[in-house]
């Protein structure tokens, strides 16, 4: 059994060493939702969920010290995306994508989403990206196979953590801990389908 996720993914880090990996997905088994990894500078890996159904499976596929339940909300005019997720407010603004970007967009939708092609690609993006992975084993005995269709750079952001500022968008360093695989280094936004084969 496949289960597919459909949407989008901006990691970014902050001055101040956070780091925060958001999955906005209008489209998933489990109905649209937004859900929000994080990892403090002191390596504490937190899971904002806005539903006992997303948190026990996204729980079961990474890897975290804390899973919080609560309502997590997200927006976007198309270059502005907000998160809501107490304790986390973020706010950031996409530019025009990059190279890579123009790169994954010439690939056929059905072609960059299906498992073999993503296997492939992994091989070129540890090489390119280091620190990401497109597929490899999570938690519970699952494989996840990442089909990435486009990326922009996040050009700017406003974090805040349990009230405080986290300082101005910085590199994803060092690289967060979820699961076999990282966000890019380069604060972006990726828009993927993610794909979950249950073990």
Partial sequence: MIDRFDGWIAGLGTGRGLRVVAGIWP?????????VMVERADGHRLLLAPSD?????VAGTYLFDEVRVGPVRS?????RWEVDAAPLELA??????????????????????D????????????????????????????EEFYGALDLHRVTSASVVWEGAD??????VDP??????????RVPSLTRVVTL???G
Avoid at 92 to 113: C, E, M, S
């Fill in 75 to 79: 927006r976007t005019d198309g270059t």
């Fill in 175 to 184: 690289p967060v801990r979820f699961g076999f695989g990282s966000t890019p």
């Fill in 53 to 57: 159904a997303v948190a026990e499976f």
């Fill in 92 to 113: 950031f603004t996409v530019g025009r994508r990059p190279a890579l970007g123009a790169l994954l967009r010439a690939v056929p939708r059905p072609v960059a989403t």
């Fill in 166 to 171: 986290q300082g101005g968008v910085a590199p």
């Fill in 115 to 142: 498992p073999r092609w993503i296997s492939l690609i992994d091989l070129v993006a540890r090489r390119v990206l280091p620190g990401v992975r497109t597929r490899g084993s999570a938690a519970g005995g699952r």
């Fill in 196 to 198: 979950v084969r249950s």
């Fill in 27 to 35: 489209r998933s088994p489990l109905g649209p939702f937004t859900d």
